[in-house]
C-alpha cells in the first residue's frame, strides 16, 4: 500500500532556530500534501495544501512567513518552521493525495516539536 | 462550510464489549467519509472509508454505513480489543478523497482487560 515516510519524527531545538520537517511519498506520486498541526487531545488543524511546483495555500491564521512548505517534486515536500518559539512546539503530521486515487490519504508518522 | 461532529471521550471499555462512536457532518454536496484511527506516539491510519450513500466501510472488525438521510457515520465495533485502545476521528472530504479533510475533534478508546 501507499506510503509515506515523515522524519524526523522528533526534534529538540532551541528558540530562534529553525527546524525542517520532510515528508516523502515514496511509491506513489503525490500531487497535494497537507500539513498538519495538532495540539495535545486535540484534533488536526490543516495548515497549508501545497500542490507540486506551485505555491502553497495556507488556511487563515496561519503565518506563512513562519511555516515555510515547499513542495519541489511529485514525492517531497517540507516544512520548515522558522524562528521558533515555545509556543510552536506541537505535533506536525504530514499527508500525502493522488488525484488518481479515490478516496483516503495516507499520513506521515508525525513529528513531535519541542522548543525549548 | 464542512464540519464533522463526533462525540466527545474519553470513552473506557472492557475487553469484548460493544463500541459505539457516533459521528454526525454537515457538508454541501456529497462528501467521501473516513474513520482515522492514531494509536500513541503515532501519525493517522486510515480505518475504513465510504464514498457515497449506503456505502459501508469495513475494517478489522470496525464497520461504519454513510447515512445521508441522518448525516451520520458512526462507528461500530462488537467486540473491542485492548489493542483497539487509541484515539479515533471522524472526517470528510468534499470531493472524492483528494481535497483536504476536515476532521472532528477525536475520540479516545481505552479498553481494559
Known amino acids: 500500500g501507499a506510503v509515506v515516510s515523515q522524519h524526523p519524527s522528533r526534534v529538540i531545538c532551541k528558540s530562534g532556530t529553525s527546524v525542517k520537517i520532510e515528508c516523502r511519498s515514496l511509491d506513489f506520486q503525490a500531487t497535494t500534501m497537507f500539513w498538519y498541526r495538532q495540539f495535545p487531545k486535540q484534533s488536526l488543524m490543516l495548515m497549508a495544501t501545497?500542490?507540486?511546483?506551485?505555491?502553497?495555500?495556507?488556511e487563515q491564521g496561519v503565518e506563512k512567513d513562519k511555516f515555510l512548505i515547499n513542495h519541489a517534486s511529485l514525492t517531497l515536500s517540507t516544512l520548515t518552521v522558522t524562528s521558533a518559539h515555545p509556543e510552536d512546539s506541537s505535533f506536525y503530521i504530514c499527508s500525502a493525495g493522488e488525484r488518481s486515487r479515490a478516496g483516503g490519504y495516507t499520513f506521515g508518522s508525525g513529528t513531535r516539536l519541542t522548543v525549548v | 462550510g464542512n464540519s464533522v461532529t463526533q462525540m466527545e471521550g474519553p470513552v473506557t471499555l472492557s475487553e469484548e464489549a460493544f463500541l459505539t462512536i457516533n459521528c454526525t457532518y454537515t457538508a454541501t454536496g456529497y462528501p467521501s467519509l473516513f474513520w482515522y484511527v492514531q494509536y500513541p506516539g503515532e501519525g493517522l491510519q486510515l480505518l475504513l472509508k465510504a464514498t457515497k450513500a449506503d456505502d459501508k466501510g469495513s475494517n478489522k472488525g470496525f464497520e461504519a454505513t454513510y447515512r445521508k438521510e441522518t448525516t451520520s457515520f458512526h462507528l461500530e465495533k462488537g467486540s473491542v480489543q485492548v489493542s483497539d485502545s487509541a484515539v479515533y476521528f471522524c472526517a470528510l472530504s468534499d470531493r472524492g478523497g483528494s481535497e483536504k479533510l476536515v476532521f472532528g475533534k477525536g475520540t479516545k478508546l481505552t479498553v481494559n482487560p
Open positions: 501545497s500542490n507540486e511546483g506551485s505555491k502553497a495555500t495556507y
